[in-house]
């Protein structure tokens, strides 16, 4: 399997699963030309897609999905309450393009299995993504305020983990957002702390994972080497060590990250 971030953060998310047979985006959340450009930048046809997979309905997430279904004929898959929250704002799409999944139970897109889990953020019914084939899993995790058990027991097995990274926590205080804003983030329903990050991160490494890719980082709130360097330093208190125990990367903002095999 390969992933790759084509762009994370909140200004816009688009990210390529794929395996030799099976080709998915997950998120759309730019123009439906900078997403197609990105894929052509690792070497992905946009016309090669299988399916596009959204986890909610904020615009950082759909604002490309309309324009890639009607443009490439892609169905797009979504929880129910994505679909209704969504559906006016992304414009028409085909009846036959239009995928709900209702339950928690994993599907299949070629040879990948998909499963959705529940995530806690301020969305109709959000949800976070496994991607599992030939033995390979990839979990991608954000827009998630806080950790729990459950979500904990989706990671489990992970080969790769790309996780929210979005803000450091005094950045966020001494920001230039409004308090309401400033309580949302960092809210039990919001986004995930440069601090708690790191903590998933060792408790996941402790636990088999090998690969972990930061992602969503704030625009104002934070930055690629202080997200790194918060987690690295959780890493080294739990006596986890990066380059033999685990690889730790950050997906950019604004442009394509590298292209991660599993």
């Not at 097995?157 to 005094?170: A, F, P, Q, T, V």
Request: with cysteine.
């Amino acid at each position: 399997m390969r992933l790759c971030s084509l762009y994370s953060g909140s200004s816009g998310n688009a990210i390529f699963v794929g395996t030799g047979k099976t080709k998915l985006l997950v998120e759309a959340g730019l123009s439906g030309k900078k997403i197609a450009e990105a894929l052509c930048s690792i070497g992905e046809s946009p016309s090669e897609i299988s399916a596009v997979l959204v986890s909610h309905e904020h615009t950082d997430h759909i604002r490309g999905a309309g324009i890639l279904s009607r443009r490439y004929d892609l169905p797009i898959y979504a929880s129910e309450g994505t679909w209704k929250a969504m559906e006016h704002v992304i414009g028409p799409v085909l009846e036959c393009n239009k995928r709900i999944f209702s339950s928690y139970a994993p599907f299949e897109i070629g040879d990948i299995t998909i499963t959705p889990f529940p995530i806690p953020h301020d969305a109709n019914e959000p949800v976070g993504y496994s991607f599992s084939s030939a033995g390979k899993k990839v979990t991608i995790a954000t827009d998630i305020g806080h950790i729990s058990m459950d979500l904990l027991r989706n990671f489990e097995d992970s080969d790769l983990l790309l996780l929210e990274s979005n803000h450091d926590l005094e950045m966020l205080k001494m920001g230039p957002y409004p308090w309401p804003l400033k309580q949302r983030i960092a809210g039990r329903h919001g986004h995930l702390s440069n601090d708690a990050a790191g903590e998933v991160v060792a408790y996941m490494a402790e636990r088999g994972t090998k690969k972990f890719l930061l992602g969503h980082l704030s625009k104002e709130n934070n930055f690629p080497e202080l997200a790194y360097q918060t987690v690295y330093s959780v890493l080294c208190e739990k006596c986890v060590n990066i380059g033999s125990d685990i690889t730790l990367d950050v997906a950019l903002r604004d442009r394509t990250s590298k292209v991660i095999e599993i």
